[in-house]
């Protein structure tokens, strides 16, 4: 991508009270690009989208590192400074929009507040003409905005929340999980739905997943985080096609030994994710990492973000060109 960024990381670091879960990240996401963020439960990737959008729960903070929008420092914003944009520049789609609607309003009347919230002086007509219009442009009857939460099938109440997201064109759009809670076929319908808006609306898309599958499909760029560090970020068809973290290699091995036809051992990567606060001095993944090149650099010191072609990677001795897994 060229030009300047719209969404820019620069060493980033959050914590939950004095513990640190995202530790110096540096990404940037440019307008109309699609990143998809992977990594293992607990690797950080949803404190990563809740402090872009300024949700990060009670006893969270950026402690370190800029985030910033067109060049504007998102961290030091104040609560009414982040009401003025939330929703309106950069909008978020819920892992579980069950748990994201209010169950006792209709669809059409929280589609309504959402669009109140930055059109105030708008008549009552024109706001359920847009609201209307909204559930429309995501495949929803507007007759069915009298419908409750628990009247709705998973996948209707997802594009709800796709609708709500992008009812004012917002510049950044941030899916934590927006599928995993939907069988395939629906997951499939909402992915395609969500990419058409996207690309209609020209906004850039933040996307959380712990699907390889649909990261590699739907998104152009891949970062993997893991323990709250980011250990590689490159093309999505090179970091996923071809790695060159040790990591990213380990967790590929394990989704395609799922499309073997003949029932075997699934690979796994051997001990567990370092817990908050206690990732290892060096390398955050030289305690499980296999690779036979591994030495005491490895743990001595943090390696940094290392351009090797079209990806970066943190590894100092990362896996060759073409590597398979």
Not at 116 to 128: G, K, Q, V, Y
Not at 160 to 169: G, S
Request: glycine share 10%; proline share 7%; with cysteine.
């Amino acid at each position: 991508m060229t030009g300047a960024a719209l969404l820019t990381l620069e060493a980033l670091s959050v914590a939950y009270h004095e513990t640190v879960v995202l530790d110096r990240v540096d990404l940037a996401l440019h307008g109309g690009e699609r990143l998809g963020v992977v990594g293992e439960t607990g690797s950080g990737k949803t404190t990563l989208a809740l402090a872009a959008i300024g949700m990060l729960p009670r006893g969270g903070r950026v402690v370190g590192g800029r985030l910033r929008l067109d060049g504007r420092d998102l961290a030091r914003l104040s609560e009414r400074e982040w009401r003025t944009i939330r929703g309106r520049e950069i909008a978020f789609v819920h892992q579980d929009a069950s748990t994201a609607l209010d169950p006792v309003k209709t669809i059409g009347a929280q589609l309504v507040e959402a669009i109140r919230i930055h059109a105030p002086r708008s008549s009552r007509a024109e706001l359920r003409r847009r609201a209307a219009a909204a559930l429309e442009e995501v495949g929803i009857p507007g007759a069915r905005s009298t419908a409750y939460p628990h009247e709705c099938s998973g996948g209707m109440r997802q594009r709800v929340a796709i609708a709500m997201a992008l009812v004012h064109r917002p510049r950044l759009v941030i899916a934590d999980e927006p599928t995993s809670a939907l069988d395939v076929t629906t997951q499939a319908q909402v992915l395609r739905l969500l990419e058409a808006l996207v690309e209609e609306v020209g906004a850039a898309l933040l996307m959380i997943s712990h699907d390889l599958g649909v990261v590699s499909a739907f998104c152009e760029t891949t970062a993997v985080l893991y323990a709250g560090q980011l250990l590689e970020i490159g093309p999505a068809g090179q970091t996923l096609g071809a790695p060159r973290h040790p990591y990213t290699a380990g967790l590929l091995r394990s989704v395609r030994a799922l499309a073997e036809p003949e029932l075997r051992r699934l690979p796994t990567i051997p001990g567990g994710v370092a817990q908050p606060g206690h990732a290892p001095p060096g390398c955050p993944f030289e305690p499980r990492c296999t690779n036979p090149s591994r030495d005491a650099a490895c743990v001595a010191g943090r390696p940094e973000l290392v351009a090797r072609g079209p990806a970066r990677v943190a590894c100092r001795y990362p896996l060759g060109d073409g590597a398979r897994t």
